[in-house]
DNA sequence: ACCAATCTAATTGCTCACAATCTAATTGTG
DNA sequence: CACAATTAGATTGTGAGCAATTAGATTGGT
């Protein structure tokens, strides 16, 4: 028996939101292998439907609060699969720039009935998504990151 | 300018849970890295702390929702480091038998302090934890995984 | 114009997650 | 007992995340 009750894994936050974003992420998985995307994708996806020019490695990951460790080889398999094209910003040749080719923006359509299933199951959870979405959204902007 | 208004980022309790529960991992970093562990690896040590006998990697995995393919090799690294012994069921060849060293054991001391300290940056944020706690366990639980 | 700071991506290395497969041990059934 | 089915864990391969470093482009101050 532990000393340190308060230190389970029932008492503990960190352990639901570990748990249910993988849930989350889990029940995406069969929706988007329809698509040919993996979840991280599906956002990077999801960032590049809602703008009409180009966006950088850093544009993209400041929406995601990803860096370019992580984006720059998601960005080649999206690349490889078709889905967007890589080139560099002739202003500033440091800027890579990320374009939807036409087979990713019509990936689009294909995609619009996502969320309206994933609503269904959290309604069938009882799960206010609305309320649940502010309290989150609160950790995951102002949490102390160091 | 997108013609699927509700695939935005903004409107999706995805990915608020996504950016949530990275941002919580990294604010657990800084106070895990002085005791040598990762944050699947506090998981893991959370379950054993919690028990007198050793557990199997089955076991294990079922508390956290992993598998073998990710309890394995992070097992073996939490092995390296001196926290646990990994050996054989002598009833049941087949089962690996996880125990604690004494080392490993002491390491509870050092961890107790974690969970107050979280909990003072979730009172920062104005986050009420239990209840943010009760919705997400539903998710955890009961979202269909196929 | 020079050169040092800054900025953007890319790269490297390590650690998860997870699907799929494999091996070996155990159990159940005839 | 024999042997098919099941079970536990390990292995393999792919794709994230993230810290730390590197390379190259740009900016700003003198």
Redesign the pocket.
Known sequence: MSQHPELGLDHQLCFSL?RAS?AV??AY?PLLKGLGL????YLVMIVLWQENEGL????I?ARL???????????R?LEASGHIT?SRDD??????VITLTDAGRALQDDAASIPGELNRMYAACDVDAGDLKTQLDVLGEFLPSA
């Open positions: 570990y993988r992420i889990r998985r993996t979840y991280p994708q950088s490695v850093k544009q990951g609060g990803l860096d370019s460790g992580t984006l720059t080889p998601l960005l398999r890589r202003a500033d040749e440091r800027r890579a």
